[in-house]
């Protein structure tokens, strides 16, 4: 595995998004003897292998062999078991992406891609290892819930969610060293559903996977330095994509930002700006992320800081949007 | 010698001629007995000061009456109104709607004889409106509640709009760095009563009704009439109020305390 680890063991144990996922996997295994997990001889990296070590009889590592996992998955769902899949996200997306698509999305099998590595969060394996466009691919795909949770409470609460909605779903996670959101899993989570983190009328940022925690240190920052009231929606669920809030959003606040750890073709920025559009209403709107390059290669946090995906980069973009006009009228006569 | 009014005589005269004065257009609308009496009339009626840094020397604000439709135009001076009320001052002005009548502050009054009706209907709708403002206790019938509370809106949000409008130092350092923003004002069940001032980088506007284009940025919210009366009139506590609940701040707490403390100003003005 490509290196540049920065952090400790215990730091790994503690913050890694996919060391929830393993746990709250067993946990669904020891309830459901259906549930069968599924490697393409990432067990280790993914945390699937933690599943593994509990129920070998119900583990099966296929060998650098993505596209016949998902094919396994599908048949393995049609004779009536739970696959829980995983692989790096860009070979979820991309190398299998004809089996997602004709064999679980097409027959609508009950399977549960866990993808992990999404976005740029194994920044220094290199561009290869990158995800930044597996949102696009997979929200296009019929039948497939996708969801990029924001860190390893909403993940667990994601992985619950997949077992208990029959059809497949797409779940995006990072590497790991996610910083925490959410100290508990008891925070409201529903598929589909927006969770606000921060209230605001001045503007919406809407964010997801680990921006959405960068944007809740921005609002917090932009209330104190500039009384900017901040609203910011962590949209955990790509699709079904939640268009009461995005709605909302746009009545309410009239500029939205969207922020994600991906190219900004395809993804939240551009399943947000649908809803917009077809709403008719009008808002200034700004989408982060990746702008149609490849990313630099480097430690996630530094590569986020250079996409503008960070705190710092959200800060300055608000400022910038604010800015904007939403409201056509220039007459500054008072009514009489 | 030219004696210019006061920086403090000139706000309150742009309150009493942008903010209040335009509230008779609302009373001789919301009050079919009065209403009625403009159902025929076509009228120019001024009320003006001498201002020797006025435009024309004066300052007004004047109304275009037309079959019972009216237009308000502040702080613009028409030549030729039908009837026109007419102070020898700004400070003349100020006093006389403070309630200083006395023969220093009465103005001369033009087409009186010409239009004796109009004139007569005129004076009982700036009558109604100063019994209306000056009252001490709230009235009694729900449609009269409505109507100072309307009223008392309108003359906040356009009261606040006026100082900045007019140079007000700490109103307009607001307004300054103020992004494009929404204050508003509104009672619980009563849309129709709402009023709101748009925010933005130093300028203002005040606008009534519900503000649609998105969601204000703060909102004084009155869980009833009764309620929105007690604050509006300073017969109940603002902190006390917000506790029981009376009063509901749709918004930052900070920006609330601004507002109110903009609506302190206004009244000072216009008392």
């Not at chain 1, 606000?196 to 330095?225: M, Y």
Request: net charge negative; charged share 20%.
């Amino acid at each position: 595995m490509a290196g540049g680890l920065t952090y400790t063991a215990v730091d790994s144990t503690q913050l890694s998004t996919a060391e929830y996922y393993g746990k709250a996997l067993c946990e669904l295994g020891r309830e459901h003897p259906e549930i069968v997990a599924l490697t393409a001889d990432l067990g280790k990296s993914t945390k699937i292998g933690m599943f593994g070590e509990e129920f070998p009889d119900r583990f099966f590592n296929v060998g650098i062999a993505e596209q016949n996992m998902f094919g396994v998955a599908a048949g393995m769902a049609k004779a009536g078991l739970v696959p829980f899949l995983s692989t790096f996200s860009t070979f979820a997306s991309l190398r299998s992406a004809d089996q997602l698509h004709t064999d679980i999305c097409y027959q609508n099998v009950n399977a549960k891609v866990i993808a992990t590595h999404s976005g740029t969060s194994f920044g220094q394996a290199g561009s290869t290892h990158h995800a930044i466009c597996d949102m696009a691919v997979t929200r296009s795909f019929p039948n497939l819930t996708v969801i990029c949770p924001a860190d390893g409470m909403e993940t667990v609460n994601a992985v619950r969610a997949a077992y208990a909605t029959p059809g497949p779903f797409y779940i995006r996670i990072n590497r790991g060293f996610d910083r925490v959101l959410y100290p508990s899993t008891d925070y409201g989570f529903e598929v589909g559903k927006a969770v606000t983190l921060h209230e605001g009328t001045d503007i919406t940022v809407i964010a997801c996977g680990s921006c959405a925690f960068q944007a809740l240190q921005a609002a917090n920052f932009l209330d104190n330095t500039d009384g900017l009231k901040v609203r910011v929606l962590n949209m955990h669920t790509i699709k079904p994509i939640d268009r009461e809030a995005v709605e909302k959003a746009v009545m309410d606040t009239r500029r939205i930002i969207t922020v994600e750890d991906h190219s900004v073709i395809g993804g939240l920025g551009s399943a947000v700006a649908e809803v917009v559009v077809e709403f008719g209403k009008g808002c200034a709107f700004k989408k982060l992320g990746i702008q149609d390059q490849f990313a630099p290669i480097g430690l996630h946090e530094d590569i986020m800081s250079i996409l503008g995906i960070d705190s710092n980069g959200i800060i300055d973009a608000v400022r910038e949007v604010m800015k904007k006009d939403f409201e056509l009228d220039d007459n500054w006569d008072d009514e009489v | 010698m030219i004696l210019l009014a006061s920086k403090e005589e000139t706000l309150t005269n742009k309150i009493f001629l942008g903010a209040a004065l335009p509230l008779v257009k609302v009373i001789a609308n919301d009050i079919p007995k009065l209403a009625k009496k403009f159902e025929k009339t076509h009228a120019v009626i001024q009320i003006s000061a001498l201002d020797p840094a006025g435009p024309l020397g004066k300052v007004a604000t004047h109304f275009v009456v037309n079959s019972g439709e009216w237009l308000v135009h502040t702080d613009r001076v028409d030549t030729r109104p039908h009837i026109e009320l007419e102070f020898k001052s700004v400070e003349a002005m100020n006093a006389f709607f403070k309630g200083k009548i006395g023969p220093a502050t009465l103005p001369k009054m033009r087409g009186v004889l010409k239009n004796p009706g109009t004139f007569a209907s005129f004076m009982q709708v700036l009558l109604k409106m100063s019994a209306l403002l000056g009252a001490k206790t709230p009235p009694e019938d729900e449609a009269t509640k409505k109507l100072l509370v309307k009223c008392f809106f309108y003359l906040l949000s356009s009261g606040i709009s006026q100082l900045n409008k007019n140079g007000h130092e700490a109103v307009h350092e607001w307004a300054l760095k103020s992004p494009d923003r929404v204050y508003a004002w509104a009672v619980n069940g009563y849309p129709e009563l709402s009023a709101y001032i748009r925010v933005k980088a130093g300028k203002t506007k005040a606008g009534r009704g519900e503000y649609k284009r998105a969601m204000p940025f703060f909102t004084l919210r009155f869980d009833s009439l009764d309620s929105a009366l007690g604050i509006l009139m300073s017969t109940d506590d603002m902190l006390e109020a917000t506790k029981a609940g009376r009063l509901i701040m749709d918004g930052a707490p900070e920006f609330g305390a601004q507002i109110g403390e903009y609506m302190l100003t206004v009244a000072g003005y216009a008392q």
